[in-house]
């Protein structure tokens, strides 16, 4: 099954919804759950088990519909924390990607009352414990720690299992897609793909459009 980030989802009732992100369990290299959303609506994302998702011939549907799909678990949180403090975990939810919301700054009319907001707003994604979460600018770096570029998904077989990551490579100009084979990834993280071949190997390797 290809899980390419940001492509269309479909539910069992025909409501449309889009491939947002994705969790993993690392170790085992398996993908646990999607993060579903309504196109432009973060604030509505769900996370969705991958059982329940399955490819056709014109994309992912899930065994779904859009009711059930909007009582699963909400992904985004907000939280207004002291800069470099990292939202609260607990024993069933950890933290996922992270997003600073900078708000804009005004030059007070009387410079003696200017006063500095240690605090910033935060906008994240609660994931299972001990599991981590991809999206689309995920970086990607080779085992020499060149960045090679970003994730763009992942084929799975059975039970979420992780077949290949499928990386995005190039600019404005010209991109390539190339599938990395599971035994290349030397770690995942939140954000963040580390792999166990070094730059120069990714010439060898097949694209994936």
Known sequence: MKL???????????AERELADLVVDAPAKRVTHLVV?????REAARLVPVELAHEEADGVTLS????VLDGFDP????AYLPAGEHPEQD????VGVEDV?????YAPLDPTQAEFDPNVSVVYDRVPKGEVELRASSDVYSADEHHVGC??????????????????????WWKRQIAVPADAIESLETDLVTLGIPKSALKSLPSRG
């Open 75 to 78: 992904v985004r949180e907000f």
């Open 4 to 14: 390419d980030l940001g492509s269309r989802v479909r539910c069992s009732d025909g």
């Open 101 to 105: 919301l900078v708000a804009p700054t």
């Open 91 to 94: 024993d069933k939810w950890g």
């Open 64 to 67: 779904c519909t859009s009711e």
């Open 37 to 41: 959303e309504p196109a432009g609506k």
């Open 151 to 172: 994730v763009h998904g992942l084929d799975v077989g059975d039970a979420g299992a992780i077949g290949a990551l499928v990386l995005l490579r190039g600019h404005l």
